[in-house]
């Protein structure tokens, strides 16, 4: 899947959250998706999942099936969670036994019958991601699923998406609190500067004083730029 030359705002006239985002979305792999408050982590993961269209740019070869939670579950629907997800699961084409496996797997099952209103905000959540994985999603978009969960479904879920990717979709994840930093093979994105940068946050940079012989600084300037640091005479 493919963004090119992207660009996203919410209203004509409207400060641009992303422009100019060209990038891969790499299959069989996690990306975690980080970046400050505001800087527009939850408005790329509604464009990757397709939710929403970009106002330039194109998006290519999105994988049919696509499972997406967003941040907040709209919890508000008069059903129970087993009436939600039994629909979720025909709409998706998917048989209604996948509902209970799902539950199962996240510790929801005692939860099925309660009606959506009366979930905590923790389970609601729970009942968002059951949603999103009921297809066995090509993509699978999930927009800070660790916020909210119990301890033990949030030290189960890195794993369940990396086997998830190892079965070969794609996984994008924001993640503000580092529960992906013990996945191997992790890629991470920045949302900073209305764009998407791929990799780690350049380190901070910091000036160290060496006071040194005349006679030696010029061959020590030079051992530095060789080992690729700046380093000048005073
Ligand atoms: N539905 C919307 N309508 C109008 N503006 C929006 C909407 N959603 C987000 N924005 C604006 O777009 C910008 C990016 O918001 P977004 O929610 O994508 O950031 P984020 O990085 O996910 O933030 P956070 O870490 O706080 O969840 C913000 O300026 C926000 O006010």
Known sequence: MRFN???????????????????????????????????GKSTLLRLVAGV???????????PPSVG???????????FTARAYLGHMAAVRGVPAARVGEWAERLGFTGLLDTRLPDLS?????????????????????????????DAGTRAALPALLAELAAEGSSVIVSDHQGDLRSVPGVVRWQVADQTVHEG???????????????????DLVGRLKADGYEARLR
């Open 68 to 78: 997406y939670a967003p941040e907040r579950f709209p919890a508000g629907q008069p």
């Open 200 to 218: 780690d946050p350049p380190e901070e940079q910091t000036v160290v004083e060496v006071i040194v012989a005349r006679s030696q600084a010029e």
């Open 121 to 149: 905000k923790g389970s609601a959540h729970k009942a968002g991601l059951i949603q999103a994985l009921l297809a066995a999603p090509g993509l699978l978009v999930l927009d800070e699923p660790f916020a909210g969960l």
């Open 5 to 39: 030359q992207v660009a996203f705002r919410y209203r004509r006239r409207a400060p641009w959250v992303l422009r100019d985002v060209t990038l891969t979305v790499p299959r069989g792999r996690i990306i975690e998706v980080n970046g400050r408050n505001g800087a």
């Open 52 to 62: 929403v269209p970009p106002v330039r740019g194109s998006v290519g070869d999105r």
